[in-house]
């Protein structure tokens, strides 16, 4: 697949997941395609993705985005999305600026792996943790 043509599946799919319009990014996926998230979790499918979510957050985007895109190698096409996240936590307060990578790996014309990194866990700690400021008399 070009890899200007991979950008811009890899673009719609992101949009798409991110209006929750997931039978139509799901149609960007190849069969038996892998969504691995950090530590590690494995999704198959997109509402079980989504499920997962909502014990973290209320909504998430990808705001910044920006992409490279070759081979791995072996002749699959790769696209790696680099940006900033940025959402609603649980009690409703707003984040932003919260580093990402997705590496996504082609079969074919589809999405077949979707890695994500991001520093997302961080945050939450740092959002959920109250600062402690020291007296300096």
């Not at 209320?58 to 072996?74: M, N, T």
Request: charged share 20%.
């Amino acid at each position: 697949m070009p890899a200007v043509t991979a950008v811009e599946r890899v673009d719609t799919y992101l949009t798409l997941c991110e209006q929750r319009r997931l039978d139509e990014a799901a149609a960007h996926l190849a069969p038996g395609a892998r969504l691995v998230f950090p530590g590690g979790v494995v999704f198959t499918d997109l509402p079980s993705m989504v499920a997962a979510a909502k014990g973290r957050y209320l909504q998430v985007g990808k705001p910044e985005r920006r992409y490279l895109a070759g081979s791995d190698g072996s002749g699959a096409t790769t696209v790696t999305c680099l940006g900033t996240l940025s959402g609603r936590w649980l009690d409703g307060t707003s984040f932003s600026g919260i580093r990402f990578v997705d590496v996504f790996v082609f079969d074919g014309d589809r999405i077949a792996e979707q890695h994500v990194f991001n520093d997302l866990s961080i945050a939450a700690t740092a959002a959920a943790t109250p600062l402690h400021l020291e007296s300096t008399s």
